[in-house]
């Protein structure tokens, strides 16, 4: 079964206007946390946003936010007046096993955002 | 900032070949990983280390993956035999404590 969902493959977006892209997880382990990941052409693996399953608030990094909701499992990514360079394949990922040796980040399948001038 | 340093950035080898990736991670962390990505798909977990031994590895790791960490600064990624399906970005990252996960840069693997 997919632990995390990504169910848009694709999105456009105006240059200038906010962008939601969504994903979805499924854990039964308490202490989890969640990653947004952006990767140019270029291919590089670039840390946007994290946020932990025991945080109180909604992480905020820039023009990035998290809008996370625990009770429906979902964990979206907002850019804020998106740029031509926001343009790239954006992952969404889960961190299970927090703390432990089993510790490891689990992708999800991504979506590519395109951002029109 | 800190970085993990991964080289070379791109390398190709010929099928039946063995290669090894190399990875410096960040000097006080204490877990490493190797991840993969197939063109065009998901990245996907190969393998974790912990203490100096595999602490996971997923199905992909097979007899002929092997990780190490020879010095106290690298870790890397041997394929003893390439095959043409192992053609992908190969990913290093490493960890400090509760939440520091960072990646390298990739190395982008084309066996031929």
């Known amino acids: 079964a997919q632990k995390i969902t990504q169910t848009q493959p694709g999105m456009f977006v105006q240059e200038k206007e906010a962008v939601t892209l969504d994903c979805t997880y499924d854990?039964?382990?308490?202490?989890?946390?969640l990653f947004w990941y952006k990767q140019p052409s270029s291919g590089e693996m670039i840390f946007l946003i994290y946020?932990?399953?025991?945080?109180?608030q909604n992480a905020t990094e820039g023009r990035y936010s998290l809008n996370f909701q625990k009770a429906r499992k979902s964990a979206n990514l907002v850019i804020s007046a998106s740029q031509l360079g926001d343009s790239a394949m954006y992952f969404c990922?889960?961190?299970?096993?927090?703390?432990?040796?089993?510790?490891?980040?689990?992708f999800g399948p991504g979506t590519s955002l395109s951002v029109i001038p | 900032e800190p970085e993990v340093t991964q080289t070379p950035s791109h390398q190709v080898t010929q099928m039946g070949q063995e290669v090894i990736l190399r990875c410096v991670p960040i000097?006080?962390?204490?877990?490493f990983y190797w991840y993969r990505q197939i063109l065009g798909q998901k990245v996907e977990f190969l393998v974790s280390?912990?203490?100096?031994?595999?602490?996971?590895k997923s199905e992909i790791f097979d007899d002929q993956f092997s990780v190490e960490r020879p010095d106290g600064s690298n870790f890397t990624l041997k394929i003893r035999s390439t095959k043409l399906e192992d053609s992908a970005m190969y990913f290093c990252?490493?960890?400090?404590?509760?939440?520091?996960?960072?990646f390298g840069s990739g190395t982008r693997l084309t066996v031929v």
């Open positions: 990252a490493s960890r400090a404590g509760s939440w520091g996960y960072t």
């Open positions: 280390f912990y203490n100096n031994e595999i602490s996971e």
């Open positions: 000097s006080n962390h204490l877990y």
């Open positions: 990922a889960m961190r299970e096993g927090r703390g432990t040796s089993y510790d490891k980040v689990i």
């Open positions: 946020q932990g399953s025991y945080d109180q």
């Open positions: 854990t039964s382990d308490p202490s989890y946390g």
